[in-house]
């Protein structure tokens, strides 16, 4: 399994990005697909998750600014963020909980800078 992030890049605050996390098998092969970020010097931090069932729950910092959801014919989990903060700005991993085993799988981050 390999999951492919990317969506990235500098925006203002303010702003809005929205990322992809494509992966190698079909979605309906996790119960879950989520996001963390890792700004420099500081510790990785859950963002958002989606499960199978159809719920998204999200970390009090984003909650009401980003969105987590699934497209299963593109095999793909987003993240739509707005009103994007400097805060913000971090490497964005995308996550997926094997259904059954619970196995994590990693994909590699993709940047987030929000600056003027």
């Known amino acids: 399994v390999q999951l492919q992030a990317s969506g990235g890049g500098l925006v203002q605050p303010g702003g809005s990005l929205r990322l992809s996390c494509a992966g190698s098998?079909?979605?309906?092969?996790?119960?879950?697909m989520g996001w963390y970020r890792q700004a420099p010097g500081k510790q990785r931090e859950w963002v958002a998750v989606f499960s199978s069932g159809g719920s998204a729950n999200y970390a009090d910092s984003v909650k009401g600014r980003f969105t987590v959801s699934t497209d299963s014919a593109k095999n793909t989990l987003y993240l739509q963020m707005n009103s994007l903060k400097h805060e913000d700005t971090a490497a964005y991993l995308c996550i997926a909980d094997e259904r059954g085993s619970g196995r994590r799988y990693w994909g590699q981050g993709t940047q987030v800078t929000v600056s003027s």
């Open positions: 098998t079909n979605i309906f092969y996790f119960n879950r």
